[in-house]
């Protein structure tokens, strides 16, 4: 069995999973009442928050590789809010403090405002069964 190599970057990756983010946080500012979607899109969030901070992870120990530390500690620290948030959510998730949860949201809000959402790319597909899968977790 051949390599397998990956053609895009973590940066590449990162991007899209902050895209991802910002489409549901998008989704999740229009509802008005807690359904399975608003769980799903959550989950959604809790998933990708957890692949950016690994692909963050992966570039810094390139970077630590290639003995460039200081850079490597900078953009640790520039994303360490995400694996942060990522189990603040799972916390209120697991113990389902849905009232609790859009203050996490607003609070990350802030951090996606310069992906412009002018149309949806993302498809229910790819959060639906999510909370699920994030409760086998547990």
Request: glycine content about 2%; aromatic content about 8%; charged content about 30%.
């Amino acid at each position: 069995m051949g390599r397998l190599i990956s053609v895009e970057s973590p940066s590449t990756i990162r991007q899209r999973w902050r895209r991802t983010i910002a489409e549901a946080l998008k989704h999740l500012m229009a509802k008005r009442e807690l359904d399975e979607e608003v769980k799903d899109l959550s989950a959604l969030i809790v998933f990708a928050l957890r692949e950016i901070s690994a692909g963050v992870e992966q570039s810094a120990s390139v970077w630590d590789k290639k003995h460039y530390y200081i850079k490597a500690d900078h953009l640790r620290a520039d994303w360490e809010w995400a694996d942060r948030t990522a189990e603040r959510m799972v916390r209120l998730i697991q113990v389902d403090d849905w009232l609790r949860l859009p203050v996490v949201l607003a609070e990350m809000a802030p951090r996606f405002a310069d992906v412009n959402v002018n149309q949806f790319t993302r498809t229910n597909q790819l959060w639906r069964g999510a909370f699920k899968r994030l409760k086998a977790e547990a």
